[in-house]
């Protein structure tokens, strides 16, 4: 069965450093999204993406996020300059449509900054 | 501010029992609704979507919808130790490119 990927599995990085998160959404699938949850919060919603470009992001979404689907697979998530406050388990999840839209989730990545 | 509201629990059960988890949303022009299951640590897992007022069901799950109430709820049949875990309750935002806003969750767990 298709799935959501994502890599690394846990990303340890220094406050202020640059960090880049890597998805590969269902192969068929058009929507992409960006969702995190900080522990013990609620999943919050980062962006979503179609047609190469963004077509909707939180205001957690700041300059300091932004993504890209650098080739025909990959979907990624960069932070320019971490904060503490950015520690949280990222997930990336993908849809093939808008209309009824399941979105399905990758296992996620963890963030811990230092 | 769309909300979507959930008794956080524990929801504690026994071996065999319904288990019933409540939503209410707060969007009037929401039309899907999603539950997804989340054992510790890891991501959310769909596993049920509806769409029409009424109930729909797919194996041990119930799903019930009532838009007039903005209520959807899940019951989980003959509960087993492997269903303990956080269910979250899930509806795409009206208004844009269907963003899912998430519940904080309902905790169970099925004791034998």
């Known amino acids: 069965e298709p799935e959501v990927t994502q890599t690394p599995s846990h990303q340890v990085t220094q406050m202020g450093q640059e960090v880049i998160l890597r998805c590969v959404p269902i192969?068929?699938?058009?929507?992409f999204y960006w969702y995190r949850q900080i522990l013990g919060q609620k999943v919050e919603f980062l962006v979503s993406?179609?047609?190469?470009?963004?077509?909707?992001k939180s205001e957690i979404f700041d300059d300091q996020f932004s993504v890209e689907r650098p080739d025909g697979s990959n979907f990624t998530l960069k932070i320019r300059s971490t904060k503490l406050e950015d520690s949280a388990m990222y997930f990336c999840a993908s849809s093939d449509r808008v209309g009824d839209n399941e979105q399905f989730f990758g296992p996620g990545t963890r963030l811990t900054v230092l | 501010q769309k909300e979507v509201e959930q008794n956080s629990g524990p929801l504690s059960v026994p071996e065999g029992a319904i288990a019933s988890l409540n939503c209410t949303y707060s969007?009037?022009?929401?039309?899907?609704f999603f539950w997804y299951r989340q054992y510790s640590g890891k991501s959310p897992e769909l596993i049920m979507s509806i769409y029409s007022n009424g109930d729909k069901e797919d194996g041990r799950f119930t799903a019930q919808l009532n838009k007039a109430s903005q209520y959807v709820s899940l019951l989980i049949r003959d509960s087993q130790p492997s269903d303990s875990a956080t269910y979250l309750c899930?509806?795409?935002?009206?208004?844009?490119?269907?963003?899912?806003?998430f519940g904080a969750g309902t905790r169970l767990a099925v004791h034998p």
């Open positions: 899930a509806v795409p935002f009206s208004g844009g490119y269907n963003k899912l806003i």
């Open positions: 969007d009037r022009g929401s039309q899907s």
């Open positions: 192969s068929n699938h058009l929507y």
């Open positions: 993406f179609y047609n190469n470009e963004i077509s909707e």
